[in-house]
């Protein structure tokens, strides 16, 4: 068993943000960024992806089996993400039926065991982060203190149980808690939670994520980033309008989910986008074909 943080491609990567089952966007963006069919490119750039592959889009298996394929081959690494760790503990969301079985408007439908355990497997297969001397990858959050840990750890499914099975005993001796409090504990004591889906802070108002409302929400830990490494993350779903370059941790999920489910009159449809992010040249090149040049700080 290999550890759960990997080292990442050498050479020149374009690291492609969050898929949410969306293929069409896929294959528009690599073909802008001159990758064949086989995720083969040119001039042996090779292709990072930060995780959520799945939910919301209209066909998560055959983006999960395109990815796996490309990984499978070496020409691809990929990061495990939030919606895909849902999957292995068996968590049922809002946007996840399909891979349960569970009609969905247009959504592709899991109907077989087999092909749930065909892409339990590859997830089962998939690294938290991923590590060279000058850059990191990560699905949500890197936290210096959670990758140590996820360093020695090979299994996700039991990092993950090891730790929430510690935080609850904990939290059995705490009455005093809130339920607010508790749910932080659950969520930023856990190394596979936080590297995830990031770590959390009480909800200053009522946060509704899919319908539900929240006692927490998300703390933009990468304004706080300093490191020399530049970090590539997803999870975050920021518009295109919003810069990516006060810091070295850069998110590249432009929303792209957004196109299928939730707040979609907040932006034109245009706002919300699949983008690669092209390293070490530094600029993003979107699936509408469009390439945007990155000032970002160096240091
Ligand atoms: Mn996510």
């Not at 930023?188 to 802070?201: C, D, F, R």
Request: with cysteine; charged share 25%; proline share 4%.
């Amino acid at each position: 068993m290999s550890s759960l943080v990997r080292p990442l491609f050498s050479g020149p990567i374009d690291i492609v943000g969050d898929l949410h089952g969306d293929v069409e966007a896929l294959e528009r963006l690599l073909s802008h960024l001159h990758y064949d069919a086989q995720g083969i490119h040119p001039h042996g750039r090779r292709l990072v992806f930060v995780g959520d592959l799945v939910d919301r889009g209209p066909d998560s298996v055959s983006l999960v089996r395109r990815i796996r394929s490309f990984v499978e081959q070496g020409v691809a690494q990929c990061v495990l993400g939030n919606h895909e760790l849902n999957l292995m503990l068996g968590k049922r969301k809002a946007n996840n039926g399909w891979f349960f079985g569970h009609k969905d408007g247009g959504l592709v439908v899991v109907k077989d065991k087999a092909v749930r355990d065909e892409l339990l497997a590859f997830f089962q297969s998939l690294p938290l982060a991923l590590v060279r001397e000058d850059a990191r990858i990560v699905h949500a959050c890197w936290q210096p203190d959670m990758i140590d840990m996820a360093t020695t750890a090979n299994d996700t499914i039991e990092f993950y149980e090891f730790h929430a099975f510690g935080t609850r005993l904990g939290l059995a001796q705490r009455a005093d808690l809130k339920p607010w409090q508790r749910e932080m504990r659950l969520q930023n004591l856990n190394p596979v939670k936080v590297l995830t889906s990031g770590l959390e802070v009480q909800a200053k108002s009522s946060v509704e994520i899919d319908g539900k409302k929240r006692l927490l929400e998300r703390y933009p830990w990468w304004q706080d980033y300093e490191d020399a490494e530049f970090c590539f993350f997803g999870h975050y779903s920021l518009p295109f309008r919003i810069p990516r370059d006060a810091s070295r941790a850069i998110c590249v999920d432009y929303g792209l989910s957004k196109r299928w489910v939730g707040s979609k009159k907040q932006f034109p449809h245009d706002e919300y986008r699949l983008g690669a992010y092209r390293y070490p040249e530094h600029f993003v090149v979107f699936d509408n074909g469009q390439l945007v040049e990155q000032h970002v700080h160096a240091t």
